[in-house]
Nanobody, 122 residues
Framework: EVRLVESGGGLVQSGGSLRLSCTGS????????IGWFRQAPGKEREGILC????????NLAGSLKGRFTITSDSAKNTVYLQMNSLKPEDTAAYYC???????????????WGQGTQVTVSS
């Protein structure tokens, strides 16, 4: 069974940093595209970054201007989202998702984690 578990969310002050983790089980992350997404209350889900062996990394949201970085650790079967210079508008539930077919994270990915909340105070 493919399973994704996010962790690392929390409350942080504006300008601070957080690193989110997405740990996979039941599959090898190197064989899948892994994407980070977020959804704020009352807003549509937004893609952030994607990583896969086929494409490397892909920015799914042009508005981030390099504040967020996606990396992976094959030994830990984990993908990370490093978030720097956080702003109150980054407050959202953050999700990771995986797909074996959509190597650039386009469309709706197949497997999703339960999400982790990030709250940025002003």
């Amino acid at each position: 069974e493919v399973r994704l578990v996010e962790s690392g969310g929390g409350l942080v002050q504006s300008g601070g940093s957080l690193r989110l983790s997405c740990t996979g089980s039941g599959f090898n992350i190197d064989d899948y595209a892994i994407g980070w997404f977020r959804q704020a209350p009352g807003k549509e889900r937004e893609g952030i970054l994607c990583i896969s062996r086929r494409i490397g990394t892909r920015n799914l949201a042009g508005s981030l201007k390099g504040r967020f970085t996606i990396t992976s650790d094959s030994a830990k079967n984990t993908v990370y989202l490093q978030m720097n210079s956080l702003k109150p508008e980054d407050t959202a539930a953050y999700y990771c998702a995986a797909d074996i077919e959509r190597s650039d994270c386009s469309g709706t990915l197949t497997y999703w984690g339960q999400g982790t909340q990030v709250t940025v105070s002003s």
